[in-house]
């Protein structure tokens, strides 16, 4: 009987992600880790995973108006920007939850681990997101 050799492609973490891979929470931390996203639970509000992502914004209604126009599809409609309170606004749009802190000039965005078939859609929706805000939080040109 041969001697037995540990496998050494036994860890992965090095290699890319695939995008087919099925969206357990490690699969999806690592395709989304490189790109800054986290994964969370939120204390007091639910005990579900989430991946999250903290941006700055300097005009934080433009980006929510962004996020939530990349995110809308035609049929939907409890897409709205809600306020929260005096400097907290908020959306969710097609698995994607929204907070905005205007004080701070911060926001929270985070999709729920259980919205997509594959890993893929997860990197995919979090690129779209990155984009909208992106874009969202650029000067305004006058």
């Known amino acids: 009987m041969p001697p037995l050799v540990p496998n050494p ?10 995008a ?12 989304l ?12 509000y639910d005990d579900d995973p989430h991946a999250f992502k903290i941006y700055r914004v300097r005009d934080g ?3 929510m108006e962004a996020l939530r126009d990349a995110l809308r599809k035609e049929e939907e409609r409890g897409c709205r920007i809600r306020r929260e309170t005096q400097t907290v606004y908020s959306v969710c749009c097609a698995g994607v939850r929204s907070r905005l802190n205007e004080g701070k000039g911060e926001g929270v965005v985070e999709m729920a681990c259980d919205s997509e078939d594959s890993v893929g859609g997860f990197v ?3 690129r779209v997101i990155e984009e909208a805000m992106k874009r969202g939080s650029g000067r305004r040109s006058t």
């Open 9 to 18: 492609d036994a860890d992965d973490s090095h290699r890319g992600t695939n």
């Open 20 to 31: 087919d891979a099925a969206p357990t929470l490690p699969n999806i931390a690592r395709a």
């Open 33 to 44: 880790e490189s790109r800054g996203w986290k994964i969370g639970t939120e204390r007091g």
């Open 61 to 63: 209604r433009r980006a």
């Open 124 to 126: 995919e929706k979090a």
